[in-house]
C-alpha cells in the first residue's frame, strides 16, 4: 500500500489505546481534515487484527498495554506495511523508550498528557512526511 | 525510601496532569509518611505495580465525585463506572510513566490493575509509604508512592 503523497488526499487513522477515554479524545480532538478514523483498538493484538482489515495510513499508538506492547505492536504494523506512519502517544517520558520507538519504525513521539493543540501539531508534523 | 527529588518528580507529574488534561491546576500539599502500611484509598484506585531497577507500587486514589468532574472538563460525557475506571487508571498510569524521564526505563510500569468501591483491597507491599495529598477544586485525592 502506498501512503498519498503531497496532497489533500483522505488518510485512514486507526488509534491504538487501553483506555477507552484517551481513544476517543484523541478521535474527538484531532482536526486534521485529511485523517478519517477508521478504527480503534485497546492492545496491541487487536490493532494487528484491525491493521490487516482496515489498511490505515497513519496510527497512533500507545505503549503500556495488555497482551501485545506498543513496541512490539509497532515492529508488527511496520512489517506488514513499511509505508505507515506511526505517532506514538505514551506516558513513558525517558528518552530510551521514545528513541526505541523510533528505530522499531515510529515517526513520532507524543507525551501524555497532551493537549488538543500539542496532538494536532503532532499529526501535521507527521503528515509532513506522508 | 524515596529520595526528596525522587518524590518531587511524582509531585511534577500529578500537577502537570491536572494542568494539562483539565486545563485547571490542582494543588499539592506535604507529602507525608506512612509507616503502618496503610496509606488509605478514596473511592476509586489505579494501581501501577512497578518492577526493574525499582520493585513496589505508585497508586492514584480519588472520590467519585472528582473523577466525574474531571470527566466533564476532558468533554466526556460518559461517566459511567467504566469510564470512571478508565480515568483514574490512566491517571495513576500517566503519572507514572512521565516519572521514567527521571527514573529511566528500568522503571518498569505494569498496566494499570483498578479498585473501585473497596477501599480496604487496597493495600501496599511495604510497611513505608509517601503520600501525596492532592487538591483539586473542592475535591481531594492522594497520590502513593510505595517503593522498595
Avoid at chain 2, 521514567?100 to 483491597?121: A, C, Q, W, Y
Amino acid at each position: 500500500m502506498n501512503v498519498p503523497s503531497r496532497s489533500q488526499t483522505p488518510l485512514k487513522l486507526m488509534i491504538v489505546d487501553d483506555s477507552n477515554i484517551i481513544r476517543r479524545r484523541i478521535e474527538r480532538s484531532q482536526q486534521i481534515d485529511r485523517l478519517e478514523v477508521v478504527g480503534s483498538a485497546s492492545n496491541g493484538r487487536q490493532a494487528v487484527e484491525l491493521f490487516h482489515r482496515t489498511r490505515p495510513d497513519v496510527v497512533t499508538m500507545d505503549l503500556t498495554m495488555p497482551e501485545m506492547d506498543g513496541i512490539e505492536c509497532v515492529q508488527e504494523l511496520v512489517a506488514i506495511n513499511s509505508k505507515v506512519l506511526i505517532l506514538v502517544v505514551s506516558a513513558l517520558a525517558d528518552k530510551a523508550t521514545a528513541v526505541e520507538a523510533i528505530e522499531k519504525g515510529a515517526n513520532g513521539f507524543l507525551c501524555k498528557p497532551f493537549t488538543d493543540r500539542q496532538l494536532n501539531d503532532a499529526l501535521q508534523e507527521l503528515l509532513l512526511d506522508a | 525510601m524515596l529520595k526528596e527529588a525522587e518524590i518531587r518528580t511524582f509531585i511534577e507529574g500529578a500537577t502537570r496532569y491536572f494542568e494539562v488534561s483539565a486545563q485547571q491546576g490542582a494543588s499539592v500539599g506535604s507529602p507525608y509518611l506512612v509507616t503502618d502500611g496503610n496509606p488509605g484509598a478514596y473511592d476509586y484506585t489505579g494501581v501501577i505495580g512497578i518492577s526493574g531497577a525499582r520493585k513496589g507500587i505508585v497508586y492514584f486514589s480519588a472520590p467519585r465525585g472528582m473523577l466525574t468532574v474531571l470527566l466533564m472538563r476532558m468533554q466526556e460525557t460518559d461517566t459511567s463506572d467504566e469510564n470512571i475506571k478508565d480515568l483514574v487508571g490512566e491517571v495513576a498510569n500517566t503519572i507514572s510513566g512521565n516519572a521514567r524521564k527521571d527514573f529511566g526505563r528500568n522503571f518498569i510500569l505494569s498496566v494499570p490493575t483498578i479498585v473501585g468501591h473497596d477501599m480496604e483491597k487496597v493495600t501496599a507491599p511495604y510497611a513505608k509509604s509517601y503520600v501525596i495529598p492532592i487538591n483539586w477544586r473542592t475535591h481531594s485525592a492522594k497520590l502513593v508512592v510505595c517503593l522498595e
